[in-house]
């Protein structure tokens, strides 16, 4: 492996420290690079040209800064995105142009994403699964497919996947076996989603093409205190999981003081249990399993203690010796890193076979799969946390934020001494495993995460040296040394218990106690409503349907722990009453929670969403017009009063710094801070800037036009009378004001405000009175006697400042 930018200069996801959550990228090379982390924002680069590419950050992308995303996918021409609102927002972009195509929403907070080129998937907090259908191959624009949304649990969903679908081949045996009869299966140009739900255990799968479901398994409801209890709990609790080339969900699931547990289910051949010949290799692995990865012929994990643990079938490594028609043998093997290892990939391209893994020791360590021999180590000197696979190379990120590209060399470059080929000792440490540490510090290094909740223009003055943004800013810095700001950040997964089981089995009691018209409509509307967004409903009744099914599982193989139950899959596209509390209730924490660690600075604002005002705050003058913030001018006016600021002579009277101030472009809308007209800028009035200031432009050009009729009409009056007779009359009288003698428009009417009124409140009830100083300006020119007479004074007025 050879690294592509200097060692001393890779990369970097963030303006400060912020560790890389995910890395996407396509798979011809050059890649199109996009990284989610621990900071406000998602990045991209792109590549210049094939032959010597350089890689340039997509500056588009940080149009959206200021939420954190949490997860990305790069399909074809496109970059999805979604990002940790409660709103849950997903964002559609061009890789050839970088444009935004479009923003749509989940509904509830994303836990999970997936994309294709034709369909985007998101799982929920709330417990259902939202799909968007591309509308054609020349038409980028996703609309909602699945109407309403397909409600499978009462608890987050973190599994969702798409794949192409393939019918089950020979073999759907156990392990190895059955992945590779379904591998051997004709390809199909349709595609599937499985979805996995944690508290009742059961994997569903659709064919997206007409939004039929064509399978489901799932684990019966284990009696209390029961042993089925215990394995239960054990099999809810997925750590990570991996979908295969036939559609096999491979779930790891994990318990502390407990093995990990390896599942594998196909709902398409009605078929899953635990992989079988795997549990006795696990023996003694009681670490937590931080990743894992499977090719359809091997399975690999790593873990916390450093360990690198792959099973396989050993024939699929060795093509000069052919598979028996005996049960297929397989092989494991265990690899160690000096550090947790947070990364592991498979690379079935490479010849023979290899395995990519990354720890927090700092290297990258390539494997040959068949056997476990270490080929070579990328010695990248920061702490590794995610992997990303390219046709030619890997693409690796860090804690830091660090974003490496590693080039995977020939066996030719390998054989010749390249600089990744592993030395006497790197061969010895990894065919061992780390000695007990007698110190206190730990014999294998743990992943210190950096996280960053400020807001961009906070961290972007932090990395200027100009401090970290003042008082009340968001929190930086490592996890552990503030553990509640970065769960507020980055909300921790939830390890399930027995009495969460029971709750989700509970709930689904009740809904399946519903009447069986309502399990209809359900039915219908998860089939026949998707096929009118898409195309091709589903079609006959649900008894047909289910009997359909339950046809096709027949011949497959069963298992005690699984049962097949299509109404429960595809009951509960209507969420009830309680749920629909339950999330408003997790929203509005959720809010809580953004607030606390983005900082609680008055005047900013902290989401792209609009937000309630309070009515009782009504009264206390205008309102910031960046739809996401609260402040009202006269709680400014209060807030800089209280300050000390005072409440000296000026527009309104108010305090320093607390009147608003306007765009200056545009003249219509104000701020109560220059962060909210940044972010209202990024937020959509960039686009409506310039049509507002042309109306405002042909406002002030009419109002103009009426007050040089006035003036004319005026003089025209004044040549009729005798001449000399004004000037006789007074002769050292002061000119009339020329503003005295036009007519008020109906924009310089100004209502009185009312008495004992704050000086706040009462320069909000007067509106924009621009047009006054126009009409000085205009009597100004038609007579050089107005001009010389002083101005009269313009009427108290907040917007007279502009912010430009």
Same mark, same amino acid.
Request: contains cysteine; glycine residues 12%; proline residues 7%.
């Given at each position: ?525 998860? +089939? @026949? &409503? =998707? /096929? #009118?967004? *898409?195309? %091709?409903? !589903?079609?006959?009744?649900?008894? $047909? ?102 409440? +000296? @002579? &000026? =527009? /309104? #009277?108010? *305090?320093? %710094?607390? !009147?608003?101030?306007?765009?200056? $472009? ?113 009597? !100004?020119?038609?007579?050089?006697? $107005? ?18």
């Amino acid at each position: 492996m050879e690294t592509f930018f200097p060692d001393d200069s890779p990369l970097r996801f963030w303006l400060c420290n912020a560790s890389v959550a995910q890395i996407a990228c396509t798979v011809t090379w050059p890649p199109v690079i996009a990284v989610t982390g621990y900071a406000p924002c998602v990045r991209a680069w792109a590549p210049t040209s094939r032959d010597e590419p350089e890689f340039r950050p997509v500056q588009q992308l940080m149009e959206v800064d200021g939420e954190r995303f949490v997860a990305v996918a790069v399909k074809g021409d496109l970059l999805v995105a979604a990002d940790a609102s409660p709103s849950g927002r997903i964002s559609v972009w061009d890789t050839h142009t970088w444009e935004r195509q479009q923003t749509i929403t989940a509904g509830a907070p994303v836990t999970a994403l997936d994309a294709s080129r034709t369909y985007i998937a998101a799982g929920t907090s709330a417990g259902y699964v939202r799909v968007w259908r591309r509308q054609s191959a020349v038409d980028a624009t996703f609309t909602q497919y699945f109407v309403p949304d397909v409600q499978l649990d009462s608890l987050p969903i973190y599994t969702v996947r798409l794949g192409p679908l393939r019918q089950p081949g020979g073999g759907g045996g156990g392990g190895g076996s059955g992945v590779e009869g379904g591998a051997a299966g004709a390809a199909g140009s349709d595609t599937v989603m499985v979805v996995h739900t944690r508290g009742n255990g059961r994997v569903s799968a659709w064919r997206l093409s007409d939004a039929k479901i064509i399978g489901t398994l799932g684990r019966p409801a284990p009696a209390p205190g029961s042993a089925a209890e215990a394995e239960a709990l054990l099999s809810a609790n997925v750590v990570c999981s991996v979908l295969g080339r036939d559609g096999t969900l491979l779930t790891a699931s994990w318990m502390p003081g407990r093995p990990p547990l390896l599942q594998w289910v196909n709902p398409l051949a009605r078929s899953g249990s635990e992989v079988p010949g795997v549990s006795q290799h696990l023996a003694g692995l009681t670490r937590r399993p931080l990743c894992c990865d499977a090719d359809g012929n091997a399975i690999a994990l790593g873990f916390e203690d450093g360990t690198v643990w792959v099973w396989g079938v050993l024939h699929s490594y060795q093509p000069q010796s052919p598979p028996s028609a005996s049960a297929p043998e397989t092989s494991t093997w265990r690899g160690y890193h000096r550090g947790a290892v947070g990364a592991v990939a498979c690379l079935p391209h490479r010849p023979g076979g290899q395995l990519a893994s990354a720890g927090a020791d700092g290297a990258v360590k390539l494997w040959a799969m068949g056997g476990g021999q270490l080929l070579a180590v990328a010695r990248l000197g920061w702490q590794v946390t995610s992997l990303a696979v390219n046709e030619v190379a890997l693409v690796a990120g860090g804690t830091e934020g660090q974003v490496q590209v590693l080039v995977l060399v020939s066996e030719e470059q390998a054989a010749a001494g390249h600089s990744s080929r592993p030395t006497q000792q790197e061969l010895a440490e990894a065919a061992m495993p780390p000695p007990a540490s007698a110190s206190s510090s730990p014999a294998v290094a743990q992943y210190e995460y950096w996280f960053d909740a400020r807001s961009p223009k906070q961290a972007a003055a932090a990395a200027g040296g100009a401090g970290s943004g003042g008082g009340g800013a968001g929190v930086c810095g490592r996890a552990e040394e503030y553990t509640d700001a970065f769960a507020a950040f980055v909300p921790p997964r939830k390890q399930l218990t027995a009495a969460d089981l029971q709750q989700q089995q509970q709930h689904h009691s009740n809904s399946s106690n519903g009447n069986t018209d309502s399990d209809r409509g359900a039915a219908d509307d998860g +089939g @026949g &409503g =998707a /096929g #009118g967004g *898409g195309g %091709g409903g !589903a079609s006959g009744s649900v008894e $047909a349907e289910m009997a359909a099914a339950e046809g096709l599982g027949a011949g497959g193989d069963s298992k005690a722990a699984s049962s097949f139950n299509m109404r429960a899959a595809i009951k509960g596209a209507q969420r009830s009453a309680a749920d629909e509390a339950a999330a408003a209730e997790a929203e509005e924490a959720a809010k809580r929670a953004q607030l606390r660690a983005m900082g609680e600075a008055p005047g900013v604002a902290r989401s792209r969403g609009a937000v309630q005002l309070d009515s009782a705050t009504a009264a206390l003058g205008r309102k910031c017009c960046n739809p996401s913030c609260l402040q009202r001018e006269g709680v400014a006016e209060l807030r800089a009063a209280g300050r000390g600021g005072g409440a +000296g @002579g &000026g =527009a /309104g #009277g108010a *305090g320093a %710094g607390a !009147a608003f101030k306007r765009c200056g $472009a545009c003249k219509s809308v104000v701020y109560c801070s220059a962060h909210c007209q940044s972010t209202h800028w990024r937020d959509g009035h960039k686009k409506e800037c310039a049509a507002l200031a042309a109306a405002w432009k042909q406002q002030q050009e009419a109002e103009a036009a009426a007050v040089a009729a006035a003036l004319a009409a005026g003089e025209d009056g004044e040549d009729g009378a005798a001449p000399g007779s004004a000037t006789s009359a007074a002769p050292d009288s002061a000119p009339p004001s020329a503003p005295a003698a036009a007519p008020a428009s109906a924009s310089q009417q100004v209502a009185p405000a009312p008495a004992g009124a704050s000086p706040a409140a009462a320069a909000a009830t007067q509106p924009v009175q621009q047009s006054s100083t126009v009409a000085t300006t205009v009597a !100004a020119a038609a007579s050089p006697a $107005a001009a010389a007479a002083p101005p009269a004074e313009p009427v108290a007025d907040s917007f007279l400042t502009e912010l430009d």
